[in-house]
């Protein structure tokens, strides 16, 4: 494992919890749901983050417990932190959603006359042959 969460320690390879510092991601939820900003419900909680790192934890779903990870939180708890951000992005204007656009289908065919060596100099005869190629543009099939 490349990083263990916040909340947890590795004993003997196996995952548990730290309590002292599983009780300080309860309170992150708490105090995220209770309407405060990511990063004063992380200071309040006892936790040193800034608040990209607060909504980081808060999307970890290893805190719901996994194979490796016992739960600290329910999953309750972190639907409702989830709805919450996800409401609170949109009210911001920070979910951003592609707008589709009905783009019109452009076809064009090709055609090249008889090409015949006019010219010695092969940038003149490259002139020349690009001269004689005629393109027919057609909009949605049409």
Same mark, same amino acid.
């Given at each position: 494992?490349?990083?263990?969460?916040?909340?947890?320690?590795?004993?003997?390879? *196996?995952?548990?919890?730290?309590? $002292? /510092? @599983? =009780?300080?991601? +309860?309170?992150?939820?708490?105090?995220? %749901?209770?309407?405060?900003?990511?990063?004063?419900?992380?200071?309040?909680?006892?936790?040193?983050?800034?608040?990209?790192?607060?909504?980081?934890?808060?999307?970890?779903?290893?805190?719901?417990?996994?194979?490796?990870?016992?739960?600290? *939180?329910?999953?309750?708890?972190? $639907? /409702? @932190? =989830?709805?919450? +951000?996800?409401?609170?992005?949109?009210? %911001?204007?920070?979910?951003?959603?592609?707008?589709?656009?009905?783009?019109?289908?452009?076809?064009?065919?090709?055609?090249?006359?008889?090409?015949?060596?006019?010219?010695?100099?092969?940038?003149?005869?490259?002139?020349?042959?690009?001269?004689?190629?005629?393109?027919?543009?057609?909009?949605?099939?049409?």
């Amino acid at each position: 494992m490349a990083h263990t969460p916040y909340g947890y320690r590795i004993e003997n390879g *196996i995952a548990v919890i730290d309590e $002292e /510092k @599983a =009780e300080k991601v +309860r309170n992150l939820y708490k105090g995220y %749901l209770s309407g405060l900003s990511l990063s004063v419900a992380a200071k309040t909680a006892g936790i040193d983050a800034y608040h990209g790192t607060a909504g980081r934890m808060l999307r970890n779903e290893r805190y719901l417990g996994d194979d490796y990870y016992p739960a600290i *939180i329910d999953k309750e708890t972190y $639907e /409702k @932190a =989830e709805a919450e +951000r996800v409401k609170r992005a949109k009210k %911001l204007g920070r979910i951003f959603e592609p707008k589709t656009e009905d783009k019109p289908t452009i076809y064009k065919k090709f055609s090249i006359g008889q090409v015949i060596q006019k010219y010695t100099n092969p940038f003149t005869q490259a002139e020349y042959v690009y001269s004689l190629i005629e393109s027919e543009v057609q909009q949605d099939g049409s």
